[in-house]
């Protein structure tokens, strides 16, 4: 066996070229509580606390009153507790943490208020007609949701955290599909099974003195045995991790003992170091011993060591190997390295950078097809250079996702009028949304907008800059959603400082006492409806919209747009001097009579 130095040498190594994944996976871990939960004590009475401890000290007794059978006395008391906390909030609007509106403040204040328990208890004491029954019916549903999840999550993760750190130890890439792992080579269950047996054999030695300290050590190799071979049979894999281990025990122990310092560290950082260092350091470590003591038990031909038969996920797939099985993906990147882009100045700024086409609309199909196939075969490249593990060489084969529909090709390219349209939709679709909100909240008819006309341009002009200004991101869904919630907040922000300086500080909207507002102009709530609504737009309406439009004459949806873009434009100039000001309009009546 190699010595620890170098073991903690190369952990620091391969932390340092995937640190991002690394930590994210870990926290992960400890997030979800399948291990390292001692890293988010950071997270322990730090942050601003939702309730009071007075109100929570309410919210227990309010709970307990429910399983009581006193009803009344538990609503009234959730009541009077909302009361209080909406009182607050009145007394400072344009606070962040907004608790009298909306629906971001709703669910926080049914949980903080204890108002969702107290109801749904008061709902089983009405079905049932005891609150002791209840009382033994919800323990039970407690147990059981708690038991599911942690056999097909929280205990499982284990293995999928070992194969993101395996794949690390030898490739410059693991990607994020690495996280579905179990899930594509159908594993998912037999996994879950798996470590739940292992957990319970460990369990029962518990029982003992020795076996708690002893019996960690024989099973700690399983997740690594499985995330190698996630088909292993069950007792396989318990037991040659036993085999493997035998005579190490102690030595593993001495490693493990060897990071007290940064477990020190952690209790003085309040778990800061943990996050950020210390645990995915000491899962490297353990990693580099598992693949050392891996090849020591290849050596010593132990008995079922055949079974860890994955050797690309430690040394790297031979060129040529590489090459007969992804043949038919090289060669379809040779025809596109081949083909020249033509595009100059102006021209490959919109094509290349913002993905507005400018061709007819045959070689605009063509373009869109050459983008599906591109998008496909880029997901290959790293594999076909070595930078990440060849999945079309693991001995389980992966289950092909869902093919995409090539009609909905999210990486196309839109025409002019083509965006143009979607302005006009969307812009349509925005003002028929808020006035059917403004309905139901309200019930009343209200015409929203500074405009005149059945439209709120600031959806469209957002739809736009997503398509456009976002272009490069779609491949990564992520990134796309965190920076639509970006540009659409930035968006609506400055709108609104606009509207308020040009309008003598009128407000068309004000998110003062939602959850998380910024001085009323932009609110959580809104940004994330924002965000799925922005994603829904690039991946689904907006391909679907296109493809529509495709079957329009070109001729006669270009005078369909000068019109509509027609009246647009003189609506603007209309609504500039004469704006929208009737019902609807937040806070227009105080505002008015202010500057009266």
């Not at 005891?130 to 284990?158: C, D, R």
């Not at 070689?363 to 060849?390: A, F, H, S």
Request: glycine share 6%; net charge positive.
């Amino acid at each position: 066996m190699e010595t620890r130095s170098k073991l903690k040498k190369r952990a620091r190594k391969n932390l340092k070229k995937h640190y991002p994944i690394f930590v994210v996976a870990c926290v992960i871990a400890a997030f979800i509580g399948t291990e390292f939960t001692s890293s988010f004590s950071i997270g322990e009475n730090k942050i601003l606390p939702i309730t009071t401890v007075q109100e929570s000290q309410k919210v227990d007794q309010a709970v307990k009153d429910a399983l009581k059978g006193e009803t009344e006395k538990s609503k009234k008391a959730t009541s009077e507790i909302k009361a209080g906390i909406i009182q607050k909030d009145k007394e400072n609007q344009n606070k962040v943490l907004g608790r009298s509106r909306g629906v971001f403040a709703m669910v926080v204040n049914a949980f903080s208020t204890g108002s969702i328990y107290v109801n749904f208890i008061a709902g089983m004491n009405s079905i049932i007609g005891h609150p002791n029954i209840t009382s033994i019916i919800l323990i039970g549903i407690s147990l059981i949701i708690s038991f599911l999840i942690w056999l097909f999550l929280i205990n499982m993760y284990e293995v999928i955290l070992r194969r993101i750190f395996l794949e690390g130890r030898t490739y410059k890439r693991v990607p994020m599909q690495r996280f579905l792992f179990l899930l594509r080579t159908k594993s998912w269950l037999r996994t879950s099974w798996t470590m739940f047996v292992t957990s319970a054999f460990y369990s029962l030695w518990c029982l003992t003195i020795v076996g708690i300290f002893v019996k960690r050590y024989s099973y700690i190799l399983v997740p690594y045995i499985v995330a190698e071979n996630p088909k292993i049979k069950t007792l396989d894999a318990i037991n040659l991790s036993r085999r493997m281990m035998d005579g190490h025990k102690w030595e593993c122990f001495k490693l493990e003992a060897s990071y007290i310092g940064w477990f020190l560290l952690g209790g003085i950082t309040l778990g800061i170091s943990e996050v950020l260092y210390s645990t995915p350091y000491r899962v490297a470590t353990l990693t580099e011993y598992y693949a050392n003591l891996r090849n020591v038990s290849k050596e010593k031909g132990i008995l079922g060591i055949e079974k860890l038969n994955d050797n690309y996920l430690y040394e790297k797939a031979p060129q040529d190997k590489l090459d007969a099985e992804y043949k038919d993906v090289i060669d379809t990147l040779k025809e596109f390295e081949n083909e020249k882009d033509q595009s100059k100045g102006i021209k490959k700024i919109l094509v290349n950078w913002l993905g507005i086409s400018l061709s007819e609309t045959k070689e605009k199909d063509r373009q869109n097809q050459e983008e599906i196939k591109k998008e496909r075969l880029e997901i290959y490249k790293n594999v076909i250079q070595g930078k990440e593990y060849p999945m079309r060489l693991f001995s389980i084969p992966e289950r092909h996702q869902r093919k995409r529909l090539d009609t909905l090709n999210y990486t196309r390219k839109y025409s002019i009028w083509s965006l143009l349209t979607i302005f006009f939709v969307a812009s349509i679709i925005g003002w028929t949304f808020e006035v059917v909100m403004h309905i139901i909240e309200q019930g009343e008819f209200v015409k929203r907008g500074v405009l005149q006309g059945p439209w709120l341009p600031i959806y469209g002009y957002g739809c736009i800059l997503i398509l456009t200004v976002l272009y490069k991101f779609r491949k990564k869904p992520l990134q796309e959603f965190i920076l639509i919630i970006v540009l659409c907040g930035l968006v609506e922000y400055f709108t609104a400082v606009y509207l308020e300086h040009v309008f003598n500080g009128t407000k068309w909207w004000d998110y003062s006492g939602y959850f998380l507002n910024i001085q009323g102009r932009v609110c959580a709530e809104g940004l994330l409806v924002f965000g799925l609504g922005g994603i829904t737009l690039v991946y689904i309406l907006a391909p679907l919209i296109d493809n529509l439009l495709q079957k329009i004459n070109p001729k006669k949806l270009i005078i369909i747009c000068s019109i509509l873009l027609s009246v647009f434009i003189f609506d603007h100039i209309y609504s500039h001097y004469y704006p929208n000001e009737g019902k609807g309009i937040t806070n227009i009546e105080i505002i008015m009579k202010g500057i009266s």
